[in-house]
């Protein structure tokens, strides 16, 4: 039997899972629901290195990233963030669509998927 291991596990959800050298992360929003998508796209962005880092990953072993947008009019500001974000050449699968989020101020939320380092 292989291990699961759950990151922030609480009554709901997990912040993240780890199971057979992947690691998958809920998804990450902003603390700051109000500010706008390039800072909000930044505090996500840095959740994830964060949550990533505890679970024995990086950025450059992200397999997938799943991002919903709430309005699709801030696509290219949240891409002039991931572009300075991602390195070059370690880029994920990517797809980016409009959702509507749990909260009315959320502009991004970000799911990944990524190999254990």
């Known amino acids: 039997m292989t291990t699961i291991t759950r ?3 609480g009554a ?3 912040e993240a899972t780890v199971h057979n050298g992947v690691v998958y992360l809920a998804g990450q929003v902003a603390h700051h629901d109000a500010a706008d998508i390039t800072t909000q796209t930044r505090e996500v962005l840095a959740a994830i290195d964060a949550l990533l ?3 024995g990953s990086d950025k450059t072993r992200i397999l ?3 991002i919903f ?3 699709m009019a801030d696509f290219a500001a949240m891409n002039a963030v991931w572009d300075q974000w991602v390195v070059p050449g370690q880029t994920p699968a990517r797809a980016t669509v409009q959702a509507a989020l749990a ?3 959320w502009k991004i939320e970000v799911v990944v998927t990524a190999a254990l380092a």
């Open 7 to 9: 990151l922030d596990a």
């Open 12 to 14: 709901r959800m997990s």
């Open 53 to 55: 880092a505890r679970a």
């Open 64 to 66: 997938r990233a799943q």
């Open 69 to 71: 947008l709430a309005d």
């Open 103 to 105: 909260r009315p101020g």
